[in-house]
């Protein structure tokens, strides 16, 4: 332990933080020539030196503090020092520097902040501490909490326990940070960071370490004057990521980012962009070990466990390994049958029915008694309910003989011969007593719920005859999600050989048939077309024959992928010898259903886009984009663009949703926020747009554009891509027209902009001339539009259904805001700022603590410290359930001073029936009358809008007749009848 004396004692402070405090031993041993320096000026205290003559030199007082690094990274402090405002860097963060500004290469006082976003200032404060750098070094690296992505506790900890001795009670990283550099270097602190490998890599860096230019590797990657020459480990190259992602260049150039890698760090890594030629990161971060370890904080990010994977520190998840081969999934496949059969002999499975059976499932088997045995133990698993299992032994010569040893209550009907899988079928319809019939092969395994899955899907709409499952085949690979048939009468499974996860096999579809592996139908449907046709027995086609019959009388088969089976394909009959018969019935097929056929795809795997569904006349494809998955937590017109969606599928039409944005958030999360035909393109960006166009050729009909940025940005790509939308028709879907917001925002902020309303409009529609039709939000934004000099502009606004909460009056208490914040230069980041230090100090007659509420999506990159400080804000962050909070609060606010568009936030806390103040921008943006839907004042009046608060807080008889006006304003400008009609009408437009 080193000695140590308190530098600036004119600080008032209780307590000293220890980057406050000057380390005499440690500084000389840091700056070698100081002994001599000291003796040649006449010192023999070395902290006075380094107050007098030492700061002025660049050095640096403790292990806490880079001085060198703190000028350079700072221009706002390297321009006070030139200055001569500061004697040096240290004196202006002990100043008042250590609130805002980042003190050492490994620590960043905002990050640390955000990332542990409980800990506000005042909370800090109050439990004694100066900044977040005082409380990490006193108590947030002992709770666990991170103090840089470039250190990690956990490999710290490895790294002690080599060299116990190196390491002292002032914790890892105060250690870690006076190391000698042959120690600091033996193990890696950091999965981002291979000093080893470094160190090879650049020979140079071991000279500028020993030369003491640079304290280690690490310090020399994070603080060197050319950053993008230098790549961190054999995982990343800083010339290949941004090569890859030109989209952060301009933020590089502007100094946002260091280099490549840091922002890959803070943010591609979760993207999951590509780092390094050959590394599948986002396909890597999918395997649920690697998501579940990430989750738990165990590693940083996905990268970060797969490097910790490749150099042998964590555990093999599969994803880095060669696939096994499929022979070798099959043998295992079979493997694991076998088990059953001791199993079963000291517990038989059970069939035997309580009641009318709700399923009968018809199952062919011929020897394969394992096999047989796994799918009934599966099937039995599966579902709980009634099932009538009949089960055809045609012909068994093994154990299936005396199968009914191992399975009670099935139907078991007997065969001497085999008589094939068509005639075993038809055989056992005779003997069906459920409403709904399953045809199931004898060598699969279901996934959970496959059977519930599909049951439901049967019922949902009327017109559905059949339900076809997802086949995964052994070695985990798509055997089909759904079928096509070509013109020519041959068949294919979509997506055959593709990972079971890809979007394209996850969302539900009409399709022309679905292997009778797992073939899920109405039994009355069924009895009418007589089952199987006799003309293909043995088998091949019969399944085929079967779907399209059932098309021709009306019925539709539905491709549902939640149904999920593991399929051994041809586990059972084989596939040897079979060609021929294959040909034979193909031939006998094309000729008995040529009236069908002739509406087919031509037979090629790029038609596959084409025939993967059934087209129905007048059904329209639409590819919607935004900038990303429009979930309703993300606010901000995100959920205007999720009810358009779920409109469009209440109108008929097929959606595909495409992201401007790389998709970050996992599928499990966004499947659920839209209905289950609608096609999420989570692997896609606008950098794979041109490409998607291009296979997609010819299958949209509806382009859907929204927010008119996006359509600037993209017009380059479609308009060279125009080629593969012939025919298709573009909508811009403005969602605000931000012109004068922009102009609102500037005045406000004193910025005063050189461009007249006309200029702005006409910059930021300069992209829509190339649609058929612009939508707008409101009256007033189609009119801005007109004035822009474009007369086909439709009004669609927002869909609400009052759903009012019931809470009394005197049971609510506090205040609310929910809205999201993607920005720091947002009107919602405005709007609170200017709430918090503007209006909440005037407020005085509200009962005693009563509390501001902040919920909604925080964008990682905001920080809203600014106003988390203040002792009466609460920010919760993303709420799932909203009910509970517009239950527990009595008013709402929306402080807004510059906004566009329509705010659904207005909306949206009516239609839960809490009552709103609001500025006038918005009242006037909604149309409600002043005293009437909500209270309002100028955004320029923060006494006035505090007076509305206190009028509204405490008067029960304007909080009544506010909500009560206010949810019939909303009855009656937000109805989904009217939304669903104003799309219908916008679209009857478009397909003129």
Known sequence: MTKRACLFTDLQKTRRPRWLEFEPDLYVLRYPDVTDLMREKGYDDSSLFYKEIGCYLGHSPNRYFDELWYREVHQDVKKDL????????????????????????????????????WLTVTQIRSEGYWNGYDHYLEVGEKAGLAASSFFDLHLTRNLKAQYPEWFGEEGLLASWLVLPPDIAESYPVSWYFDPNWYQQTYPHVKNSISQGRHLNALHHYLTNETPGKFDPSPFFSEEFYLAQSPDILPAIQSGAFRNGYEHFVRFGAFEGRVPSEGIDLKHYSLNPLVRAQCESGLFHSPFARFVAERIGKAGVTGALVPEMSEEQSRSLFRQEADSFIPLLAHKPLDFTLGSLAEISVIMV???????????????????????????????????????????????????ETNIGYLEGCNAALQYVTAPVILFLNNDLRLFPGAVTHALTRLFKEPTTGAVTAKLVRSNMR??????????????????????????????????????????????????????????????????????????????????????????????T?????????????????????????????????????LGRETRRKNRKNVLFIEDRMPVKALGSG???????????????????????????????????????????????SKFTLASFLEERVGYYDILWVARTHNLNQLLPILSEASRFLVGCKAVLD????????????????????SKSLDVLLKEELSGASYCQQIVAVTKQDAALIEQAGYSNVSILGHSLTPRPTMRRFHDRRDILFLGAFHDDQSPNFDSMVWFVNEVLPLIQNLPAKTMLRIAGYIAPSVNLNAIANHPLVDILGPVEDLEPIYDQHRIFIAPTRFAGGLPYKIHEAASYGLPIVATSLLREQVGWSEGKALLSASATDPRGFAAAIEKLYNNQDIWTKLRENALEAVKRDTDPGQFLKALASIMSLVNE
């Open 82 to 117: 030139i200055a001569g405002k500061w004697a040096s860097g240290f004196e202006h963060y002990c100043s008042i520097g250590f609130l805002t500004h980042a003190p050492h290469w490994l620590f960043n006082e905002e990050d640390y902040l955000r990332k542990n976003f």
């Open 365 to 415: 088997v011929h020897n394969q008694i394992a096999l047989t045995l796994q799918t009934l133990a599966s099937l039995r698993a599966n579902y709980q309910g009634n099932l009538e299992v009949i089960l055809v032994d045609s012909g068994s010569k093994d154990e299936t003989c005396i199968i009914e040893r191992l399975v009670h209550g099935v139907t078991l009907l007997r065969f």
């Open 478 to 571: 798509l055997q089909e999600a759904g079928s096509i048939i070509w013109r020519d009468g041959a068949t294919y499974g979509y997506r055959r050989e593709d990972d079971p996860n890809i979007p394209e096999a996850n969302y539900v579809r009409e399709v022309d048939y679905g292997s009778a592996a797992f073939l899920m139908v109405h039994t009355g449907l069924a009895l009418r077309l007589g089952g199987y046709d006799p003309k293909y027995k043995p088998a091949y086609f019969e399944d085929t024959d079967f779907c399209v019959r059932l098309t021709k009388a009306g019925a539709k088969i539905i491709y549902e992928p939640l149904s999920v089976v593991e399929h051994l394909e041809f586990g």
């Open 573 to 609: 009959s084989g596939h040897a010898g079979s060609h021929a018969l294959i040909q034979k019935h193909l031939k006998l097929f094309s000729q008995t259903h040529q009236d069908f056929l002739r509406h087919q795809q031509p037979p090629h795997i790029r038609n596959a886009i």
């Open 638 to 684: 995100y959920v205007r663009s999720n009810e358009i969606i779920c409109t469009f599928v209440k109108l008929g039409y097929h959606v595909t949703v495409f992201p401007v944005q790389i998709v970050t958030e996992q599928s499990y999360f966004l499947y659920k926020e839209f209905p289950d035909d609608v096609e999420l393109a989570l692997d896609q």
């Open 734 to 753: 403005t969602e605000v027209v931000a012109a004068p917001r922009t102009l609102l925002q500037k005045d406000i902020l004193g910025d005063a902009s």
